[in-house]
Structures are given as C-alpha cells and as structure tokens.
C-alpha cells in the first residue's frame, strides 16, 4: 500500500523567512497530493492541492512542487507570519477502489515574530 | 458547501459503555465517507471507508466488530465505538468526497469529535 512520510518534524522560522516541508511517497499510482493545515482541536483544511499532470502550484504566499519521477512533492511558504503556526500534513491519493488519502506524520511550523 | 459536520463535538463516557457519533455532509451527497482517529501529537490514520449501502471497509488493525460503521444514507455515516475502554479515548474525524466535483478527489473534513473514556 501507500506510505508518505514527511519531514521535518518540526521547523522554526522566524517571521518573514521561508518554510519548506518535503513529503515522498511509495505508490507510483499516486495522482493526488494535498497539504493540510491543522491548528490544535481542530479539523484539518486543505491549504493547496497538486495533481500528477502538473508539476507546480502556486497560491499567493504558498506553492506546492511535485517531482514524479522521484516521488517527491514539497510545500513551500514564504513571508511566514505567526498565524501560520500550526501542524502541516502532506497526503497522497492511495491506489484502491475509494481512493484513499494517507498521510505523512505531520510537520509542527513554528513562526516566531 | 461542501459541508460536514460531526456530532457530537466531544463526548466523556465510562469505560464499557457504547459511544455513537454521526458525520453528517450538509450540503452534497456522499457516497463515500471516511473515519479517521487522532491521538494527540500524532498524524490522522484511516480506519475505515465507509460505503452508502453496503459494509464498510476497514484499515488493517482496525476491529470491525469493536467500531461499527452504519451508512444508511447519502447524507449519513455513524460510526459506534462499542465496549469503549480508556485506549479508545482519542480526537476521531470523518470526510467526505463530493463525486459530483471536478475536484472529486478533495476530502472535506468534520469538526471532529473528542472522546475520552474513564
């Protein structure tokens, strides 16, 4: 089956710098990658998707990139502030018949002012 | 729209009692609906998919006959923690997939529930 990891585990920034989580994956079959940003008790949100018929995707301060060949997609945040602390999930379409999202550990983001 | 909601929003039982919640998609239709649990600091993993009509399928490790998954209509999944012990106690999140999207493959997520089991 599928299996995405993540890392780092957990960055600091300072606000104004950039942030940059990498996630691989197993299944070459993959053909959806979702990041989700999860604050404590809460539900996770989707913040950007890619699909695999498309290497990059940009949505204001945030981008996403997805390297097929090496099964690796990254998300990239610039000009962090401190309301972008939070927990960040990358995911990836499993193979099955319900398509199936399975997700990396998970990367703490830290934005200190 | 594409709205979930989950009910109830936290919940507190004794251990051996059954604890029931409902994930609900508000404004689409959902034939397919999925059951997470959270333990704190740790990644959502997937215990079943749940299928409008028919049994549900469950993650390996996942016991079927200990969490019970009902999706008895479009709009509907329960999922029934039974004999609920303290290990049971975690953040538990339903999605759902709107096939009728473009998107189709984005999942929207419930509010989540909080069950903790003394």
């Known amino acids: 089956g599928e299996n995405v990891e993540q890392h780092p585990s957990t960055l600091s920034v300072q606000e104004g710098d950039s942030a940059v989580i990498k996630c691989t994956y197993s299944d070459s079959a993959s053909n959806y990658f979702p990041w989700y940003k999860q604050e404590l008790g809460k539900r996770p949100q989707l913040i950007i998707d890619i699909r695999s018929n498309v290497g990059e995707k940009k949505d204001q301060r945030i981008a996403v990139t997805l390297n097929k060949t090496a099964k690796h997609f990254s998300l990239h945040i610039t000009e962090t502030q401190p309301e972008d602390s939070a927990v960040y999930f990358c995911a990836a379409f499993g193979t099955g018949g319900y398509n199936k999202l399975i997700f990396g550990a998970g990367t703490r983001l830290a934005v200190h002012p | 729209g594409a709205v979930v909601s989950q009910h109830p929003s936290w919940v507190i039982c004794k251990s051996g009692t059954s604890v029931k919640i409902e994930c609900r998609s508000l404004?689409?239709?959902?034939?397919?609906m999925f059951w997470y649990r959270q333990f704190p600091k740790q990644s959502l993993m997937l215990m079943a998919t749940s299928n409008e009509g028919s049994k549900a399928t469950y993650e390996q490790g996942v016991e079927k006959d200990k969490f019970l998954i009902n999706h008895a209509s479009l709009t509907l999944s329960t999922l029934t923690v039974t004999s609920a012990h303290p290990e049971d106690s975690s953040f538990y999140i339903c999605?759902?997939?709107?096939?009728?999207?473009?998107?189709?493959?984005?999942?929207?997520f419930g509010p989540g529930t909080r069950l903790t089991v003394l």
């Open positions: 404004d689409f239709q959902a034939t397919t």
């Open positions: 999605s759902a997939r709107d096939f009728a999207l473009s998107s189709y493959n984005e999942q929207f």
